[in-house]
């Protein structure tokens, strides 16, 4: 059974970082992403990463926010730094199985960006 758990969100001040993390499980899984929704707005894409590492951003959080892995644990984080109000959003993280390409969502964490 595949599971996908996300953490670390909050509320910051502009300007200031957080890091979510990602633990999926119950599988081998070769992609993983980052995607965001904002009120009214539709669910975008953040950052992904690939099994063999290769990674991409949205343009409106390049040289802020980093996509990382930690294979041992299965576990994917978003380091964010600078954030600006318009970060916040609910913030999914989305895994693709190795060997179906099954998609599965995490629950979502919400972070927050105001003074």
């Known amino acids: 059974q595949v599971q996908v758990v996300e953490s670390g969100g909050g509320l910051v001040q502009p300007g200031g970082s957080l890091r979510l993390s990602c633990a999926a499980s119950g599988s081998i899984f070769s992609f993983y992403g980052w995607y965001r929704q904002a009120p009214g707005k539709q669910r975008e894409l953040v950052a992904h990463?690939?099994?063999?590492?290769?990674?991409n951003y949205a343009d409106s959080v390049k040289d802020r926010f980093t996509i990382s892995r930690e294979h041992a644990k299965n576990t994917v984080y978003l380091q964010m730094n600078s954030l600006k109000p318009e970060d916040t959003a609910v913030y999914y993280c989305?895994?693709?199985?190795?060997?179906?390409?099954?998609?599965?969502w995490g629950q979502g964490t919400q972070v927050t960006v105001s003074s």
């Open positions: 989305y895994v693709r199985e190795a060997l179906s390409s099954y998609e599965y």
């Open positions: 990463i690939t099994s063999s590492g290769k990674t």
